[in-house]
Nanobody
Framework: QVQLVASGGGLVQPGGSLRLSCAAS????????IGWFRQAPGQGHKFVAA????????SYADSVKGRFTISRDNAENTVYLHMNSLKTEDTAVYYC?????????????????WGQGTQVTVSS
């Protein structure tokens, strides 16, 4: 199985930017489609963005379209989430998850493997 490690979270002011990374070990990340989800305190996992194995197809939640960009570097075995124009509503623990190579859906149950998550706090 693949192991995922999410990193890059931190404290940022509204309007700022962060880049999250999802690094894989065990299997090559190029085998999988990758999704990003986030969880605020007391809430369930919400879809953020996803990218298929090829990198040619991406999807985003309406709340982050135009602000977040998902990309992958299969040679580095890493998927990135570039977050711009951050809002306080973006505060959450962010998780990356791996699913079938063809998958880039918004349903958490479609992803088999999950990383530990990284905290993003947007506050002034």
């Amino acid at each position: 199985q693949v192991q995922l490690v999410a990193s890059g979270g931190g404290l940022v002011q509204p309007g700022g930017s962060l880049r999250l990374s999802c690094a894989a070990s065990g299997h090559t990340l190029g085998t999988y489609g990758i999704g990003w989800f986030r969880q605020a305190p007391g809430q369930g996992h919400k879809f953020v963005a996803a990218i298929m194995q090829s990198g040619g197809s991406t999807s985003y939640a309406d709340s982050v379209k135009g602000r977040f960009t998902i990309s992958r570097d299969n040679a580095e075995n890493t998927v990135y989430l570039h977050m711009n124009s951050l809002k306080t509503e973006d505060t959450a623990v962010y998780y990356c998850a791996a699913g079938p190579s063809y998958y880039s859906g918004s349903t958490a149950a479609g992803y088999e493997y999950w990383g530990q998550g990284t905290q993003v706090t947007v506050s002034s």
